[in-house]
């Protein structure tokens, strides 16, 4: 079939009106048979791949999803500019961006490598069917999910957990516990944005399975401590608030309620900051929780103290034997200034087991900066054997809106130990040789690739703050010299290629 006359484009933004801009004319049932299939959006045309191409993606189960632009027919062309911004919740990161993030991250790692953790990372596309395990999670209802070309449902990590689970499962009796692992990965939640909170973000984790004693909870909350000292946090910027879902498990169970009820307790409990007390007493009676049972549950949460939860316990429970423990080993590790009990604090996850805790800002202005806690019981509900198992994760947003608070944030211009200018475009080769040559012993260069002025070399010089300016001079090369002028005291000299350090 004869390719119809092409007209240029006009990119209509946010989306194309289809019934507008295509002709409905051209998709009949013989024009999609014929090899190559041209069709018309307003003023430029669009192409199918050529028949080779077609046929070899159908083999493979999908379609190249390629148009090719012819060039514009007219002169009268018109190219609306598209928006440049990112989308909505999310973020470019400029040089500027990545230096502090690349120093955030740096911080990540390190501290994860000083307890002994390994790092690990997981695809960011992931089975829906992960993390839609329990009804009733907030989480359910913020994936970013949708079907791909093999009727698979799939989704954006919105965590990175569940991803660790499944490779622990996957992993299972080749590795010896206990694991100790970490990951910075990009999870991605359809939210409503709020200082600190976007629909993607960048999360530490650090996980350790096998262990099942609160030992494991006392080194992770230790590690953030130290996270927190290294970026100049201290304790009176910064708290802990801890508790354990065990309480909760024993007032419920004082009043017969059922087991599968607790997780969605917990759910409703998490959002007693977002939502009124009456709204929250309504959730619990229609989950089953009878109306004695919903008044004491909530004057548990108002306890802050462990001596007042003994009391209310009326001995030495589970849970209160855990935290008693938790908080002893604080003393040890040097941070009980820096941890308190807050009965409230139970986290929006169904998955928690045990002891839970939460960052937060001392003066109230942030969301939580970070969360964990134990989730024995999470690997069965994957169908993999259950192990004790406990972790954290640590949002980039929040930490870095923390320190913009405290006046903390680095200064982090662009360092280049050299900058290599030829004085001659015929020098071009000989600075370019000059430039390798110190590569290959490990410092970075600045090599300027076109003809400059040395006005202008010494200003990106200033701008790049680099150490040295090594100019490549006609003179000087043929006797295997280069002038080198150290930038911060203004000494200059002559140096042979070789003696270049």
């Known amino acids: 079939m004869p390719p119809l006359p092409s007209t240029s484009l006009l990119i209509h933004q946010p989306r194309l009106n289809l019934n507008y801009l295509i002709n409905p004319h051209l998709f009949s049932h013989s024009n999609f048979l014929s090899p190559s299939i041209h069709f018309t959006i307003l003023k430029r045309t669009f192409s199918s791949s050529s028949s080779s191409t077609a046929t070899a993606a159908a083999h493979d189960g999908g379609r190249t999803g390629a148009l090719s632009p012819s060039p514009p027919s007219t002169a009268d062309s018109v190219i609306q500019r598209i928006d440049v911004n990112p989308p909505k919740g999310t973020r470019?990161?400029?040089?500027?961006?990545?230096?502090?993030?690349?120093?955030?991250?740096?911080?990540?790692?390190?501290?994860?490598?000083?307890?002994?953790?390994?790092?690990?990372?997981?695809?960011?596309?992931?089975?829906?069917?992960?993390?839609?395990?329990?009804?009733?999670?907030?989480?359910r209802d913020q994936l970013y999910c949708f079907e791909d070309r093999g009727n698979r449902r799939v989704a954006l990590r919105p965590e990175l957990t569940p991803s660790l689970a499944r490779l622990v499962i996957q992993k299972g009796k080749s590795v010896s516990l206990p694991l100790k692992w970490?990951?910075?990965?990009?999870?991605?939640?359809?939210?409503?944005?709020?200082?600190?909170?976007r629909r993607e973000h960048y999360q530490w984790n650090m996980d350790i399975i096998g262990v099942p004693n609160v030992t494991a909870e006392a080194e992770l909350i230790s590690s953030i401590v130290t996270f927190f000292k290294r970026i100049g946090i201290t304790?009176?910027?910064?708290?802990?608030?801890?508790?354990?879902?065990?309480?909760?498990?024993?007032?419920l169970t004082s009043y017969s309620i059922p087991d599968e009820?607790?997780?969605?307790?917990?759910?409703?409990?998490?959002?007693?900051?977002k939502i009124s007390i009456d709204v929250i007493k309504n959730d619990l009676k229609a989950v089953g929780i009878a109306e004695e049972a919903v008044e004491d549950l909530l004057q548990v949460l108002t306890i802050k103290s462990l001596t007042k939860l003994e009391e209310k316990l009326g001995g030495a429970g589970p849970a209160l034997t855990d935290l008693k423990q938790l908080f002893s080993l604080a003393e040890k590790f040097g941070y009980s200034d820096w941890i308190q009990f807050d009965a409230s604090i139970v986290r929006g996850l169904a998955?928690?087991?045990?002891?839970?805790?939460?960052?937060?800002?001392?003066?109230?202005?942030?969301?939580a900066i970070c969360g964990g806690g134990r989730y024995d019981r999470?690997?069965?509900?994957?169908?993999?054997?259950?192990?004790?198992?406990?972790g954290f994760g640590f949002g980039d947003a929040v930490i870095v809106e923390l320190l913009k608070e405290k006046g903390l944030l680095p200064e982090l211009g662009l360092e280049v130990a050299n900058i290599v200018c030829a004085l001659d475009p015929d020098l071009q080769g000989a600075a370019s040789t000059v430039a390798t040559l110190?590569?290959?012993?490990g410092q970075s260069v600045d090599l300027v690739l076109?003809?400059?002025?040395?006005?202008?070399?010494?200003?990106?010089?200033?701008r790049i703050n680099a150490h040295r300016l090594i100019l490549v001079g006609k003179n000087e090369w043929e006797k295997g010299m280069v002038n080198v002028k150290t930038l911060s005291t203004g000494e200059q000299l002559e140096m042979k290629l070789d003696d270049l350090e």
Not at 186 to 197: D, I, K, N, V
Not at 236 to 251: A, N
Not at 378 to 390: I, K, R, V
Request: with cysteine; proline share 3%.
């Open 92 to 139: 470019d990161f400029a040089p500027e961006d990545m230096r502090l993030r690349n120093w955030l991250f740096g911080h990540f790692r390190d501290v994860s490598k000083l307890f002994g953790f390994e790092e690990v990372d997981f695809p960011v596309l992931e089975s829906e069917a992960l993390f839609i395990r329990k009804a009733g999670e907030e989480i």
């Open 182 to 197: 970490f990951a910075l990965g990009q999870c991605w939640r359809y939210e409503r944005m709020t200082r600190g909170r």
């Open 235 to 251: 304790s009176s910027d910064v708290g802990f608030k801890v508790s354990s879902r065990k309480v909760l498990q024993e007032v």
């Open 261 to 273: 009820s607790f997780g969605k307790v917990c759910i409703i409990i998490d959002k007693i900051e």
């Open 351 to 367: 998955y928690y087991t045990g002891i839970v805790f939460e960052g937060f800002d001392r003066q109230g202005k942030l969301r």
């Open 378 to 390: 999470l690997l069965s509900t994957f169908g993999g054997d259950d192990l004790p198992a406990c």
């Open 438 to 441: 110190l590569r290959g012993k």
């Open 450 to 462: 076109e003809s400059k002025p040395l006005k202008w070399v010494f200003k990106r010089a200033t």
